[in-house]
């Protein structure tokens, strides 16, 4: 249940979103294509994506135990400044070299920022497990980050056409004055002693070895089906391609897209009020579950012709991500240990991610011959029997959990 907070814990609440608005001014998010095309080929663009989010997939894990090891918020810092410095060199590029290296950066940024963010904010709210005070409150991020992409996205557009390079340095900028923000912010778990540098490698790759092996535990595993498919297809839409082509697909103008996008995330702010309200009666297993099969349903409606009506497939992959990660974010948080809590939030972002890395260029080769309908339908039975799996293993989960109150108590 909801408990008081403190006046510390309303200073960082407050920080906390203040962050999220300035890491969530996207300006580039409905003309990034575009600019692009200016200067290479779709052909250069598909390697040019496909590369960095591996490069960022590569760096995802280690970048989680690192945090661990020498601090979340130096990580963070780090992460943002190399993410925005990544958008400035795009900025002020004109081929595929400045792209490909600034585009590089910019996912190794995002890496080392991902999960340790978090980890950073919940180690330092240190809100009660038994509140669902951080469930709120980043219900509540979740509204500011789709205002600000909102904002992002139509100033942006706006901006674009008086300079197409104006977007890509203000989304720079944006990130780099989020480091100013928390700079006060520190770290204060206690230091390890500083150790030989094979021996520090030695125990960092153990760090993440056992982050993955936290998700061999039944409190973490039952969830990895719901990461990968689930939210695997919200990331292929909401950061990849398959947005567009579908946006396509229901043959929506530039225009019209951006309508569609704007809309959906305006929407998804009051979903989120209304569950903000209702937070503590909301549960974690029938919210997955309803998630997950609304994406199914949105992938299975995209196999036909539909036109206008694709607007309600657009708008369920957009809500649908915004509210499932409440709850994602929630339950790895609580569940993982203390000292690899960024690993765990690092792991389950890398298991995320890899489907849009396999994906892309199948994505890409199947839109290219029409024959993106084997990808809607292959992905909707996985997910399927995610959800299958997800709820046999809550069944378990709960099953032991109640097993090991009976014994407490005796």
Known sequence: MEQAITKNQRWLSRKYLAYTMLTNFFFVSAVWLYFYRIFITDQQIGILDGVAFAIGLIAEVPSGALADRFGRDKM???GQLLAGGGYLIQAFGGSFMPFFVGQSIM???IAFVSGADEALFFGKLNFAHTSVNWRKLVMRASQVALISSLIGTIAGGWLYAINPRIPWMLTGLS????????????DTRPEKDKQKLSVELQEHFASIKAGFAQFRAPKLLLYIPIIITVQGLFYTAGEGLLRLVLLNRFHFDVFWGSVVIATSSLITVGILAVMHKYAENLSE???LTLISLGAVMSLLLSLADIGIWGYFVIFALYAGDHVLYPFVSEVLNSRAEENQRA???????????LPYVILAPIIGYLNMHN??????IIWAILIFVAILLYLSLKKKDAFISMVKSGVSTQ
């Open 76 to 78: 963070v810092k780090l």
């Open 107 to 109: 996912m190794i940024g």
């Open 175 to 186: 990130l780099i004055s989020s480091v100013f923000l928390i700079w006060s912010i520190k």
């Open 285 to 287: 297993r029938r919210v």
């Open 343 to 353: 690993t765990v939030l690092s792991v389950a972002s890398f298991f995320r991610t």
């Open 371 to 376: 024959n993106l309908e084997y990808f809607l």
